[in-house]
């Protein structure tokens, strides 16, 4: 009997496995192949090409391959020598009679050094397919099949859709998942529309004015520690590389603006998401899964994922003991937190604060630091600019420090910002998951498939801004965005559709009051040691730094 009973729990334990694992199989294969073939074959069908994927790895061999002879075509010892003798050459045409005498020339030169169409070697495989299939084409990164957009019309219509169903890909929290937990970046639909919702009013503009004030504090501290600087090496300049400068300075900022100055460990959590950040984008391979895999990168990610979040944490509680009467950023999250933890369990009280957090912490002050560190590359590449922007921040500051008022005057400032954000955009593509079929136009976009819009390919598009796209010109936005584009919606670098940027006002004030400050103070130019090259982790940032010769004025 008990014999009997031992076989009868072994064949039903053995269908239990064998149930599971048939499951299991047949999951991987809906997932890995019937999924993607529909989703292709679907866009096949409505005549949209794209380059043939292989299994599992989609086309990562082949953007591997087109990176590969792209970079072979332009040798790195002869990248840097060119680049070398290129900066070498802006820094000192930049202060010699010969830019006065024959600043045409001075400006050609330099747009033909300094190219600004990095997006060709960033991403040189999403503009060979652009030339081969057109401007909607189908590729696969690793099992995510994206359909890769830069027809103008069909943006514009991505653009008026608001409903839910085209939310952020799923792909994201699992692959941005560490750096950004299920925050609003990552999140889509019922977690996200109460994020949103939570942390939207902190970034009204009315709010945001007030921040002027705090903004000014935290950028004179900055420039204090580059006067010191300049009067140490003496001579009057000083070699500055202003990249992790203007880092702690957005840093600091965004700790004081939402989460109250009390945020002390702030320093170490921002230097935590930066090694993230770094680590993150040098392991990544495409494949879904492999961040899954204990390899020693992965093993890294999760350590300082872990570090960052029991900080975040840490800091969190303290501030809760202490108490405030401040109703700040982390006030409101803590407090959504609890009124969302007793409507949902989706997510815990805990991971939703600190993801709300980490995605602040990172949104809103990497993107802007870069911008700031653009934007000074340009206005020392470009000093005719430099000087009218200067002369404008002098005539309305005078000599004191700019306020909300002030700021929504420096009209010149603003045009080269916008024209910086236009050539070098931080957040370089606008991404969504179709959560049912969609149509827009022709094109019915069946449900799980993701959108991607390459945003420096349609800022840079020369039918769309003609023939001077890749050449700086901030004149071009002189009579506003409408003015700059035949299209406003061929200028995104804040996104598009419902789920634009949070803190674009926050950022386009914050860039205003440190680079206004800047301006009045220094004068500066490209150091011989700035090397034009834009990377991509997961933003587009100078590779090598910016490094600048600064002077006091
Ligand atoms: C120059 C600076 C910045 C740039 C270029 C930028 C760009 C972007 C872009 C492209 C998106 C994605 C939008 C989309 O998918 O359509 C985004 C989302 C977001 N950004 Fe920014 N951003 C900047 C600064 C900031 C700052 C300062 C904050 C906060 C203080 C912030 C908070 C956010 C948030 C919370 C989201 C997610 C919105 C959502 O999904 O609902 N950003 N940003």
Redesign the pocket.
């Known amino acids: 009997m008990e014999a009997e009973q031992m076989m009868m729990v072994v064949k039903i334990t053995f269908s239990v496995i064998s149930t599971g694992f048939l499951a299991l199989l047949f999951h991987l294969y809906n997932v890995l192949v019937l999924k993607p073939k529909r989703h292709i074959s679907h866009l096949q069908n409505q005549g949209i090409r794209g380059p043939p994927p292989s299994f599992m790895v989609g086309n990562i061999p082949e953007i591997k391959r087109i990176r590969q002879e792209n970079h072979q075509s332009a040798p790195p010892a002869q990248q840097q020598s060119q680049s070398q003798s290129r900066s070498n050459f802006a820094a000192v045409i930049a202060h010699d009679w010969f830019s006065n005498v024959f600043p045409h020339l001075q400006r050609s030169n330099f747009d033909a050094i300094i190219a600004h169409d990095w997006p060709s070697n960033v991403f040189p495989h999403l503009q060979k397919w652009r030339d081969t299939y057109g401007p909607v084409f189908v590729y696969s990164s690793g099992n995510i099949q994206f359909l890769c957009i830069s027809d103008i019309e069909l943006v514009k219509e991505i653009s008026l859709y608001t409903s839910l169903n085209l939310g ?1 890909p799923s792909y994201l929290s699992k692959d941005r998942g560490p750096l950004l937990g299920q ?3 990552t999140s889509s639909g019922q977690i ?1 529309s109460h994020q ?1 919702n939570i ?1 939207a009013p902190q ?1 009204y503009l009315d709010k945001v004015k007030k921040m002027v004030h705090l903004m000014v504090e935290a950028t004179i501290s900055t420039l204090k520690s580059w006067e010191s600087r300049i009067e140490s090496q003496g001579g009057g300049v000083a070699d500055i590389k202003i990249d992790d400068d203007l880092r702690s300075l957005s840093g600091d900022v ?1 700790s004081r ?2 989460f109250g100055s009390s945020y002390c460990k702030g320093e170490e959590i921002f230097s935590n998401l930066r090694t993230l950040q770094k680590t993150m984008s040098k392991g990544y391979i495409g494949i879904p899964g492999s961040r899954y895999m204990p390899t020693k990168n992965n093993r890294e990610i999760w350590k300082l994922e872990k570090e960052i979040d029991s900080m975040i944490l840490e800091v969190v509680n303290q501030r809760i003991e202490q108490g405030s009467q401040d109703k700040d950023l982390l006030q409101m999250i803590v407090e959504g937190a609890e009124s969302y933890g007793i409507s949902s369990n989706l997510i815990s009280r805990d991971k939703f604060i600190v993801d709300n957090c980490k ?2 912490y990172f ?3 990497e ?2 630091a870069i ?1 700031a560190s653009w934007c000074l590359m340009l206005l020392s590449a470009y000093p005719e600019w430099q000087d009218r922007v200067r002369a404008e921040v002098l005539e309305i500051c005078k000599q004191g420090f700019p306020d909300a008022n002030m700021l929504r005057r420096m009209k010149t400032l603003t045009m080269v910002i916008q024209e910086t ?1 236009r050539l070098y ?3 370089v593509f ?3 998951q179709a959560l049912e079929d969609i149509k827009f136009k022709d094109i019915v976009i069946p449900g799980g498939m993701n959108v991607q819009i390459p ?1 420096p390919a349609l800022q840079q598009n020369t039918d769309l801004w003609g023939s001077d796209a890749h050449i700086f010109n901030p004149e071009r936005f002189s009579n506003g965005i409408n003015g700059a584009c035949k299209f406003p919606q061929a200028y ?6 419902s ?6 006002n ?3 004030i ?2 205003k009051v440190i680079l206004s400050l800047i301006l009045s103070k220094f004068s500066f130019s490209l150091s011989p040691a700035y090397y034009h090259m834009p990377a991509f982790r997961l933003v587009v940032e100078p590779d090598h730094g910016v490094c600048l010769q600064i002077r006091k004025l």
């Open positions: 952020k925050g609003i970046l996200w949103r942390i970034f965004i603006a939402c995605n602040i949104a809103g002050h993107t802007t911008t954000l955009p931080p957040a606008v991404i969504r945003i995104i670098p804040f996104g598009t559709g789920r634009t940027c949070l803190g674009q926050f950022a386009m914050e860039l």
